[in-house]
């Protein structure tokens, strides 16, 4: 049977060579080679700061414990998302108050954000979902409106544009993840970028236990409590090499998205999510919207087709429902019905024509099958 896998790391022998580089150089830990990638980011991103970090999770909670938020304090999160996105606040000591979303994009419903604003609201995480940017121009003046900061979670938005700007260097902080299912990987491990010396340096020796930052072993001087959130020289050789081909890596991805438009635009079986007007979306994941989601989706899987549910609806787990620390505002028909009806189809860089075609195929096949 054919398998078409959900995505396939870009992982070349130049990756192999660097890591194997890293590896007989004996500086294994955070070194040089991580510095490396956080300039290329700084280069492609066009922002003042990147710092790598453990995960995309560890990266926003250093965002919000850099703006000193914390217990009695309120961040607003959408409610489709990964869960992490609001974990962070409760491991901060906040409360996260969560918020509907837009069910033509599948980002956060900017009007009912902002209904949720009270005066404990000291942050909103917005997600720029699946590649696709937020609207910066409603966020920016709803940030100046309450004086509130954006800490944004870019996950999946490496590349994305809004207004021909990057995501990376719109947001008070944005944070990108470089887990396996990214086209730029480290395997695991996040970056952070922002634009504010003051939270750079914070940041900076928070990830290093709390040191100063222009301490040494010798004369090591620890300003705060801190942790390790390091990335170490192996896992970023392999996020470095790819960084490198980010504009073939997104250009190839954006040439497979047309193809897919293409081939199941105006097609009455299944709606193509919206995108945000002046953005540019970076595809990381390519959605749609289907009616009888999970029954297509194993009738796919089982053609050796690798299709995905898009994330999940926080308010239906009891972490988020049965949480005092938790306020769900809303009935979420957003989120339910993105929960119910978002697919994620194949989308790598060595994916064929024939491929994408074999997937569409099956997948119309399917829908007339079970209509």
């Not at 194997?20 to 830990?29: H, R």
């Given at each position: 049977?054919?398998?078409?896998?959900?995505?396939?790391?870009?992982?070349?022998?130049?990756?192999?060579?660097?890591?194997?580089?890293?590896?007989?150089?004996?500086?294994?830990?955070?070194?040089?080679?991580?510095?490396?990638?956080?300039?290329?980011?700084?280069?492609?991103?066009?922002?003042?700061?990147?710092?790598?970090?453990?995960?995309?999770?560890?990266?926003?909670?250093?965002?919000?414990?850099?703006?000193k938020i914390?217990?009695?304090?309120?961040?607003?999160?959408?409610?489709?998302?990964?869960?992490?996105?609001?974990?962070?606040?409760?491991?901060?000591?906040?409360?996260?108050?969560?918020?509907?979303?837009?069910?033509?994009?599948?980002?956060?419903?900017?009007?009912?954000?902002?209904?949720?604003?009270?005066?404990?609201?000291?942050?909103?995480?917005?997600?720029?979902?699946?590649?696709?940017?937020?609207?910066?121009?409603?966020?920016?003046?709803?940030?100046?409106?309450?004086?509130?900061?954006?800490?944004?979670?870019?996950?999946?938005?490496?590349?994305?544009?809004?207004?021909?700007?990057?995501?990376?260097?719109?947001?008070?902080?944005?944070?990108?993840?470089?887990?396996?299912?990214?086209?730029?990987?480290?395997?695991?491990?996040?970056?952070?970028?922002?634009?504010?010396?003051?939270?750079?340096?914070?940041?900076?020796?928070?990830?290093?236990?709390?040191?100063?930052?222009?301490?040494?072993?010798?004369?090591?001087?620890?300003?705060?409590?801190g942790t390790?959130?390091?990335?170490?020289?192996?896992?970023?050789?392999?996020?470095?090499?790819?960084?490198?081909?980010?504009?073939?890596?997104?250009?190839?991805?954006?040439?497979?998205?047309?193809?897919?438009?293409?081939?199941?635009?105006?097609?009455?079986?299944?709606?193509?999510?919206?995108?945000?007007?002046?953005?540019?979306?970076?595809?990381?994941?390519?959605?749609?919207?289907?009616?009888?989601?999970?029954?297509?989706?194993?009738?796919?899987?089982?053609?050796?087709?690798?299709?995905?549910?898009?994330?999940?609806?926080?308010?239906?787990?009891?972490?988020?429902?049965?949480?005092?620390?938790?306020?769900?505002?809303?009935?979420?028909?957003?989120?339910?019905?993105?929960?119910?009806h978002c697919?994620?189809?194949?989308?790598?860089?060595?994916?064929?024509?024939?491929?994408?075609?074999?997937?569409?195929?099956?997948?119309?096949?399917?829908?007339?099958?079970?209509?």
């Amino acid at each position: 049977m054919r398998k078409i896998p959900l995505i396939k790391p870009y992982i070349t022998g130049a990756v192999k060579d660097k890591v194997c580089e890293v590896l007989d150089s004996g500086y294994l830990t955070e070194g040089p080679i991580t510095k490396e990638l956080e300039n290329a980011f700084i280069s492609y991103i066009g922002c003042q700061y990147a710092l790598a970090v453990t995960s995309c999770t560890t990266g926003l909670e250093m965002g919000i414990r850099a703006l000193k938020i914390g217990p009695g304090d309120e961040v607003i999160v959408p409610d489709y998302t990964y869960p992490a996105t609001a974990h962070v606040v409760a491991i901060a000591g906040a409360d996260t108050v969560i918020v509907d979303i837009d069910p033509e994009t599948m980002l956060i419903d900017y009007a009912a954000m902002e209904e949720a604003i009270t005066s404990r609201t000291k942050a909103i995480i917005p997600v720029s979902l699946f590649g696709n940017p937020l609207d910066y121009n409603i966020l920016n003046i709803i940030k100046k409106k309450y004086n509130i900061a954006i800490i944004e979670d870019a996950a999946c938005s490496i590349g994305a544009e809004y207004d021909d700007k990057k995501v990376g260097n719109i947001s008070d902080i944005s944070v990108f993840s470089m887990h396996p299912r990214k086209f730029i990987t480290t395997g695991e491990g996040g970056m952070i970028c922002c634009n504010d010396p003051n939270l750079a340096e914070w940041m900076l020796s928070y990830k290093h236990f709390g040191m100063g930052v222009e301490a040494d072993r010798l004369s090591a001087s620890f300003e705060r409590m801190g942790t390790n959130y390091k990335l170490s020289n192996i896992l970023a050789a392999v996020g470095l090499v790819q960084m490198e081909q980010i504009e073939y890596l997104l250009s190839r991805r954006k040439e497979l998205a047309a193809n897919y438009i293409k081939l199941l635009e105006g097609h009455p079986g299944l709606r193509i999510p919206g995108i945000t007007p002046k953005g540019t979306h970076s595809y990381q994941s390519f959605c749609i919207f289907i009616n009888q989601r999970d029954r297509r989706m194993q009738l796919l899987r089982e053609q050796g087709i690798e299709v995905q549910i898009g994330t999940y609806s926080l308010h239906m787990h009891r972490a988020f429902n049965e949480n005092p620390n938790c306020r769900l505002i809303g009935d979420m028909a957003g989120s339910k019905y993105a929960f119910e009806h978002c697919l994620a189809l194949p989308l790598y860089h060595e994916m064929s024509f024939d491929d994408q075609l074999y997937v569409v195929e099956n997948l119309l096949q399917v829908i007339k099958e079970t209509e």
